[in-house]
């Protein structure tokens, strides 16, 4: 019991009132801490096996090589880091693979380049003009996404083998059949935008559905011709949607290799996903693995930051 | 108002216009603004062919008599889905020892999986939602952060931890499930929080009015309504984590941990035999088989709730 003179209100009774004020606002009242429970269990498992991983990749990156066996030692205390490998590694990016990494820049803004004009069309048509079939339509847009990564790129290899049938057509037309799997680039840019394309046409029909058809019909009251209003109302407004599909196509692609031993394997077609991998499956080069996945994260952060804020401000304004 | 009507009637005039020209020349159908977009038809409809086709005449080769997978062979035969008595590598998807055990290995991984990662998917979501602190705000941006980093970089962190962090669990098996856990979580999360954002705390409040503890206002109220779109996820994880493969691969420790997407990767890499086209059709079937499913009893749980059909479902996914 408190003396009834002390006006201040005690720890306890302000908790109590705070709490009550909180059952009045919404009406029920739950446990102490009690949607914190929900959420623990996949916290740490996030904390984990996802962040915790990170700081291990950082402590192989900077850490040292087991003289005898070649195999990296991990180093976690951040003051006993050394860079000299780490900075070799780097070194190596500017140097011996500076060709791969402006490869797979360009190959990158090429593939989604086309992804956006071929997938913008095709969204854009479903979305304003699907009509009755856009059921099916959607069925056949999605469908890909059923289809294993591998078993698209398989496809195309078969077609694309010197007794098949590409080639098969080509040589019935009296063309000259091409080696398509001998390192061509174009056809890893094939294989690029075939395989990502489908990430990029389903968020931008997403958005474009969503686009008030209000707007377009003021456009066209104020008098503007169809091609007007798709150049001034439509694209204007999408911006922000294909920056976002732009993203999340471009980023895979940034990290593919099975594309490229698929589809060409060969020295000519290299890319950075492919330096990755050979370094992962090469004994001793641990530390070096480690450093240029950092790097190609370090590189993508921006990409995925800006992916990151988007799709926030999406969620906020719903 | 006056706004011209939306009608999509070939020939209409537009505002402002004239009478309609019957005999329509090249002109006036490209100044008509209710004509079809054929241009964009066309490309709709050049680029499904262009998506699907390979994957269908894959999915015939399977079919084939011969020995190629570019070319097919007639007649259609089962000879490479069970056919036995080939010689050298060249052995059917159901009866070579090794392709048996890679279809084991996909489904024991992503039953594993799915019965992991939607639980904890599920309760995160839920506890995310209601739970409105800084704490929150970054596992959300941690679980969006597994969604987007390729996957080769998860593969190597994943990799990297288990061999020099946590060396008790070794690769195979066990690695693969952590690391399919750890990256399939988020879609339970992002597909469950939709979905808790539509439906709001209204029933779970009327129901603690009515007298339930909140433990049984999650179990009877909350649940239920939760329940197409964790049927959504289950059918989305378990078809991901059946095509999943670069962290898979990097995971797997001897060759029982092979998976079929493996296999499809090395022998394409190869010599592929039509049994190679026989796997990938077969995790073709099976995921088809899990989402069709998926739909089937998402139709069931949502009747009678707003947004039900194809189109929903398929935004879920």
Not at chain 1, 97 to 124: D, K, N, P
Not at chain 2, 159 to 170: C, D, M, Q, S, T
Not at chain 2, 285 to 291: A, Q, R
Request: hydrophobic share 45%; aromatic share 14%.
């Amino acid at each position: 019991m408190r003396s009834s003179e002390s006006l201040e209100p005690t720890k306890a009774e302000r908790r109590r009132a705070k709490r009550a004020a909180a059952k009045a606002q919404s009406g029920v009242w739950y446990p102490k801490a009690y949607w914190q429970r929900f959420a623990t269990p996949g916290m740490l498992w996030m904390l984990m096996f996802f962040v915790v991983p990170f700081y291990v990749i950082i402590s192989v990156a900077f850490g040292t090589v087991d003289p005898v066996f070649r195999s990296p030692l991990p180093v976690y205390q951040p003051w006993w880091w050394s860079f000299d490998a780490a900075a070799e590694a780097v070194g190596k990016i500017f140097g011996p693979f500076r060709e791969t990494y402006i490869r797979t820049f360009t190959f990158v803004v090429i593939s989604s380049s086309v992804c956006l004009i071929l997938g913008y069309t095709v969204a854009y048509y479903v979305a304003r003009f699907g009509g009755k079939r856009r059921t099916l339509f959607l069925i056949l847009l999605i469908s890909p996404f059923w289809i294993s990564y591998l078993m698209r790129m398989l496809a195309w290899r078969s077609l694309l083998t010197d007794d098949g049938y590409v080639n098969q057509i080509l040589t019935f037309l009296h063309f000259p059949s091409v080696g398509w799997l001998e390192g061509q680039p174009v056809t890893v840019i094939l294989g690029l935008v075939y395989g990502y394309i489908p990430y990029m046409i389903l968020p931008l029909y997403g958005f474009l559905d969503r686009i008030d058809g209000a707007l377009l019909e003021a456009g066209r009251d104020l008098g503007a011709s169809p091609r007007e209003t798709f150049w001034k109302v439509t694209l204007p407004l999408s911006r922000p949607a294909i920056a976002a599909a732009l993203v999340i196509v471009s980023l895979p692609m940034f990290g593919d290799y099975y594309t490229n031993n698929m589809l060409s394997n060969s020295p000519r077609t290299v890319m950075i996903g492919n330096i990755l991998d050979d370094a992962v499956n090469t004994s001793g080069q641990g530390p070096e693995a480690a450093v240029f996945t950092l790097v190609l994260m370090v590189i993508l952060l921006i990409p995925m930051l800006y992916y990151l804020r988007s799709t926030a401000r999406e969620l906020a304004r719903r | 108002m006056t706004a011209p009507t939306t009608t999509r009637t070939p020939g209409r005039v537009p505002v402002g216009g004239g009478t309609p020209t019957q005999p329509r020349s090249r002109q006036s159908w490209r100044r008509d603004p209710w004509r079809r977009p054929r241009i964009l038809e066309t490309v709709t409809w050049a680029y499904l062919a262009w998506s699907l086709l390979p994957v269908i005449l894959a999915i015939f080769m399977s079919f084939s008599s011969g020995r190629s997978n570019s070319t097919f062979q007639g007649p259609l035969t089962l000879q490479y889905w069970v056919g036995t008595g080939f010689e050298g590598d060249n052995q059917s998807l159901f009866r070579d020892p090794d392709l048996r055990s890679a279809i084991r290995q996909t489904f024991v991984l992503s039953f594993a999986t799915m019965a992991l990662a939607v639980p904890f998917g599920v309760a995160f979501a839920i506890g995310l939602d209601r739970w409105r602190g800084r704490p929150a705000s970054g596992a959300n941006i941690l679980m969006l952060m597994s969604f987007v980093v390729p996957e080769i970089i998860l593969g190597v962190t994943a990799l990297y931890f288990v061999l020099y962090l946590f060396k008790f669990i070794p690769l195979g098996t066990p690695a693969q499930l952590m690391a399919l856990v750890t990256f399939q979580m988020s879609y339970p999360v992002i597909i469950v929080r939709a979905r808790l954002l539509s439906i709001g705390k209204e029933y779970e409040e009327a129901a603690m009015d009515l007298g339930a503890p909140p433990k049984q206002s999650i179990t009877r109220a909350l649940l239920p309504l939760l329940m197409p779109a964790i049927l959504a996820s289950l059918a989305l994880v378990f078809a991901d984590t059946v095509d999943h493969f670069v962290t898979v691969a990097y995971l797997s420790g001897a060759s029982e941990s092979q998976t079929l997407s493996m296999k499809i990767y090395t022998q394409t890499r190869g010599a592929p035999s039509p049994a190679v086209n026989a796997a990938a059709t077969f995790m073709l079937m099976s995921t088809s088989l899990v989402i069709a499913l998926g739909y089937v009893a998402y139709r069931r749980y949502s009747r009678g709730q707003a947004d039900t059909g194809m189109t929903s479902f398929t935004s879920q996914v």
